[in-house]
């Protein structure tokens, strides 16, 4: 069919210019590589206070950094479509008979691949710091990294291309990054909070899926804390990727 | 008979915006055939870049119909798009991409094999002068070189109706000229039809076999460069004077020798038409100078694209590049 054979051009296209350029992906590791090593060390105590979560604080933190490396690393790659919108790149492309889902959807699987080459090395540092997870967990928990990120890149290129204003994207981006990054529990869980925000906190998707990947770096692959994260991570792929075809197929997108 | 490549009726486009909706173009026919160079002329905000848009798919008209290269715009935008080439006003390729890269990519986005789109941009990159630069990133050319690597990309797939939107703006005069050499061999020694818009009066004097000129919206005039500057009869004179006050005496003079119309006064320039500039011009100077009126400078010149735009709508296209 077509439509795949443009994503697969698409996705080759976009890969080979992201090789070429990698300071990108080096500079979205340090954020979690440095919260693992110099923010990480401070919550070896915390596993003894009363209301924290089961499981070893490694188990506890470092879901939370895949989450925070998914998150801030798809959202803001609407700036890269903005660039490209501004080189006369989409509009070639969109003169094409290219499928304008396949535009979309072979950006996303390059950001995909990007963050889970990510997600990898940001685990490799753990276990040499000494983290020990089953594997199933892990390769699991890299597949719910793999759908938060292809939702987060999609709506990111929407807005992108809606916007075509890194003006107006930046402080957009951030406003709604930061209180969900607060609100899913990635630095300190939110077991240990008052019932209020703990409320709050049950609307965001992404503290489902933070504790969907807490329950399989545990090894418990069937608990409803793990099914859960998986539905929901499925579920905003969905409404994302929904959102990212639409905007592209809109005429003066 | 020749088939029309395109064959638009009240072709319109409104915009919404804030401040009411304002009507981009208003009903644009259009009548294009083959292996013809037609130029889209008019000042900047005329419709030119939205009509462009229309015909090739990128937006949808709200309201009149059109066919291009055999497919009807609304009903077969797919089919369009595989027909023809575009290339954009601002460039079209990714600074870290190669050359070679970017044609094969985008050929091979038209369905062509890699071998395919490769053997084409091959040939097209020594057709347009862009020798042994296959591997180099497009952020290291010329703004020459660039502008040929978006008309190589245009054509990389065989279409053989091209669309470029202002393809010369920005450019040096030796690039430009440069440029229209390659636009004139695609209908030459391609077959191709092309269709340009375009504000430089001497790019659509020198390039195109037909020329429409676009304003506000509108086609106020159609036919081939010499058709329309014969509309425009006679020489044009314009006379500088050297007090705006002497301006209208000075209007007054060459009323009387005036071919037709009424003398233009601009603050201290007077421009009027007469049937021989050379002929005139001995009379004019003497009577000028009977009634007192001094003058800093005249001017006669055969008329100009620019002249028939300012007999059509009033404003001189000079001035709304300005």
Request: with cysteine.
């Amino acid at each position: 069919m077509s439509a795949l054979r443009e994503t697969r051009i698409v996705f080759n296209r976009a890969m080979r210019l992201s090789l070429r350029n990698p300071a990108w992906v080096i500079i979205g590791l340090t954020q979690p590589v440095l919260y693992l090593a110099l923010f990480g060390p401070l919550l070896r105590k915390m596993t003894q206070v009363p209301g924290f979560p089961p499981g070893t604080w490694w188990q506890v933190f470092v879901p939370g950094l895949l989450i925070q490396l998914g998150l801030f690393g798809a959202l803001f790659v609407g700036f890269g479509l903005i660039a490209e919108w501004r080189s006369g790149v989409i509009e070639q492309m969109r003169v094409t008979p290219a499928s304008r889902t396949a535009l979309l959807v072979g950006r996303v699987l390059r950001d995909v691949v990007v963050l889970v080459v990510q997600a990898a090395v940001l685990v490799l540092v753990a276990v040499i710091f000494g983290m020990r997870v089953p594997v199933g967990g892990v390769l699991l928990a890299f597949v719910l990294v793999a759908l938060l990120g292809a939702a987060c890149s999609s709506a990111s290129y929407a807005v992108a291309l809606i916007t075509k204003s890194e003006d107006a994207l930046a402080p957009l981006l951030n406003t709604i990054a930061v209180p969900v990054m607060l609100l899913s529990g990635i630095m300190l869980p939110m077991s240990l909070a008052p019932h209020w925000l703990r409320t709050v906190s049950e609307i965001n998707p992404f503290s489902h899926i933070v504790d969907g990947i807490r329950a399989l770096f545990r090894g418990h692959f069937s608990s409803a804390d793990s099914m859960w994260g998986i539905a929901v991570a499925a579920i905003i792929v969905l409404l994302g990727i929904t959102f990212g075809a639409r905007t592209f197929q809109r005429e003066s997108a | 008979m020749t088939e029309n490549v395109i064959s638009a009726r009240g072709l319109a486009r409104t915009y919404k915006t804030r401040k009411g909706p304002v009507e981009a173009v208003r009903g644009v026919d259009l009548e294009i055939r083959e292996r013809e160079i037609v130029g889209f002329l008019g000042p900047n905000g005329a419709g030119k870049t939205t009509t462009l848009r229309m015909l090739t798919t990128m937006i949808a008209p709200t309201a009149g119909e059109a066919t291009v290269a055999g497919c009807d715009l609304r009903k077969d935008p797919v089919g369009v798009r595989r027909r023809i080439g575009y290339v954009a006003q601002g460039g079209s390729s990714a600074p870290e991409a190669t050359i070679g890269e970017e044609l094969v990519d985008h050929g091979m986005l038209y369905g062509m094999s890699r071998a395919d789109a490769t053997a084409s941009g091959k040939r097209l990159i020594e057709q347009l002068d862009l020798n042994g630069l296959w591997d180099r990133q497009t952020k290291a050319l010329s703004g020459g070189q660039r502008r040929r690597l978006d008309v190589a990309m245009g054509l990389v797939h065989g279409a053989r109706m091209i669309f470029l939107d202002e393809p010369t703006t920005g450019l040096d005069p030796q690039a430009r000229a440069n440029l229209w050499e390659h636009i004139a061999r695609l209908r030459d020694q391609l077959d191709s039809t092309v269709f340009i818009t375009t504000h430089y009066l001497e790019e659509a004097d020198a390039l195109c076999d037909r020329i429409l000129i676009i304003d506000n919206g509108e086609i106020v005039a159609a036919g081939t460069p010499e058709e329309l500057k014969r509309r425009v009869s006679g020489d044009v004179v314009t006379l500088t004077v050297a007090h705006e006050g002497q301006a209208a005496d000075a209007a007054a003079v060459a009323k009387g020798l005036s071919s037709d119309g009424e003398p233009e006064i601009t603050g201290v320039t007077v421009r009027f038409r007469v049937t021989s500039g050379a002929e005139v011009l001995p009379r004019l100077l003497r009577e000028l100078d009977g009634v007192g009126v001094s003058l800093a400078g005249v001017e006669v010149h055969r008329p100009t694209l620019d002249d028939v735009f300012l007999t059509l709508t009033g404003r001189t296209l000079r001035e709304e590049a300005a």
